[in-house]
């Protein structure tokens, strides 16, 4: 007795371990750890860093620059005396000086100010570009995730009407030996049957299939992807919901995603950098100042001494005016308002194509929508005309090949149900997407 209750306790734990490690995913669990994972974003934040870096830069680059520096020679033959003016033969002379140097641009036309503005433009292009890519990954894990659950419900169909077949075989087995069926009967009942356990075969692997690929777009370790399963939601799809607003309302929405602000902040930037070109072609002001002061030994004095009486300040402005240069300014100027205007084409292609995007995408939602409900019909219709039949079956009064044709049709009326039910689920998803929402089920 206290064995066969440690054996159960030990099947018991082991049982126990197993589910414990089976690690069921929600959507929404799926999507954040795609989108905090992934290489490609991770990629992408770097290159926010980078283009951080470059934006505080331009920043810095307004300020002042401040230089120091010194020196100390040592010479040999001659040299003058500088107090008296007299050639000296053979004799080493050392001398040390010492400067502070310090210059600021004044006026540039601007140039730099609107820098600035183009390298901090460029810093919300780069982090629109990460929302981009997140975006991306959240519409793939969707599918991949949805296309998944498809697959687990006709593995379910499958084994349910694999069962219901099998049942069948001991009942016609039954009636065989009773005499009511003909051996024949049982023979095509089987054959049926083998038919359905093929499909459960076939079923078992596009699921596998179909985890596979959702675990690879999730970049999941091997560990983490052979414990992996996703969480099968009831009720998820209001079959009698149909979008509810127009393509023209989801686009007033949809123009807050990635994609087009992209867009926006690339059109800001190409005119922040026309007006950078522009700044560079008017004449510039600045100013210098400096500190410096030396040491000789062909002076007399000690060594602070001398650098206080030699002590040399000196403040300057420097004015540039561009005259000629080779027309560059003028081909830069040119590049830089073509620029904008590209960028200003590319923004109206990017509203155009997200408008025909949206279209496409409501069109097929209420495609689905109806396919779904001829589909539900049809099934509804289908598994009454096969309880009909099996019935008939049953007493003798249908022969096996009209019941084995009939069981068949009710499976793919069934797979194409689900395969309806969970194209307009993902629809009903994409619609979400471009209103902004949060993609769960």
């Known amino acids: 007795m206290k064995r066969k209750f440690f054996i159960l306790l030990l099947v018991a734990s082991v049982s126990g371990a197993f589910c414990y490690g089976q690690k069921v995913w929600t959507l929404q669990q799926c999507i954040d750890y795609a989108r905090r994972n992934n290489l490609q974003v991770k990629m992408e934040e770097i290159s926010v860093e980078q283009a951080r870096n470059t934006a505080s830069q331009s920043k810095w680059d307004m300020a002042p620059s401040l230089n120091a520096g010194a020196s100390h020679n ?36 601007l140039s730099k100010l609107n820098s600035i503005k183009s390298s901090s433009t460029q810093l919300k292009i780069s982090e629109q570009q990460v929302e981009k890519t997140k975006n991306d990954i959240t519409v793939q894990i969707t599918r ?22 099998s049942e069948q075989v001991d009942r016609t087995a039954k009636l065989v030996d009773a005499g009511s069926q003909a051996y024949s009967t049982l023979l095509e009942v089987k ?19 179909n985890q596979l690929t959702l675990t690879q777009l999730l970049d999941l370790p091997e560990e983490e992807a052979r414990n992996f399963d996703v969480a099968d939601p009831q009720d998820t799809l209001p079959e009698n919901l149909l979008p509810q607003d127009s393509a023209e309302g989801i686009y007033s ?75 560059a ?37 209420l495609n689905s929508y109806e ?16 309880t009909y039949t099996e019935n008939k079956f049953n007493v003798g009064m249908m022969n ?11 499976f793919k009326a069934i797979s194409s149900y689900y395969q309806a039910k969970y194209q307009y689920l993902f629809e009903l998803k994409i619609l979400d997407f471009y209103r902004g929402k949060q993609i769960d089920l």
């Open 74 to 109: 040592m010479s040999w033959g001659r040299s003058v005396n500088l107090q008296t003016l007299e050639i000296i033969k053979n004799k080493r002379s050392m001398s040390t000086s010492g400067n502070l140097s310090a210059s600021a641009t004044i006026f540039q036309g």
């Open 144 to 165: 991949a995730y949805l296309q998944l659950l498809l697959a687990k419900q006709i593995l379910q169909s499958a084994r349910q009407s694999c069962q219901s077949t």
């Open 191 to 209: 054959a049926q049957l083998a038919n359905e356990k093929s499909q459960v075969v076939s079923a078992q692997g596009d699921v596998r299939t």
């Open 253 to 327: 929405q949809a123009l807050e995603l990635p994609q087009i602000k992209m867009a926006e902040y690339s059109l800001q930037k190409s005119q922040y950098d026309y007006k950078a070109v522009l700044g560079r072609m008017m004449p510039s002001l600045s100013v210098q100042a400096g500190y410096g002061s030396y040491y000789t030994d062909g002076q007399s004095g000690a060594f602070f001494t001398q650098f206080e009486h030699n002590k040399n300040p000196s403040l300057g402005f420097s004015l540039s005016i561009p005259v000629f240069n080779g027309l």
């Open 329 to 365: 300014y003028r081909t830069s100027t040119r590049n830089a308002r073509l620029a904008v205007e590209n960028n200003r084409l590319l923004l109206q292609v990017q509203k155009q194509s997200l408008y025909k995007e949206i279209q496409a995408a409501y069109n097929e939602a």
């Open 371 to 386: 396919r779904m409900l001829a589909a539900k019909e049809n099934m509804i219709s289908i598994q009454e005309s096969f």
């Open 400 to 410: 096996a090949t009209d019941y084995n044709i009939a069981k068949a049709n009710l």
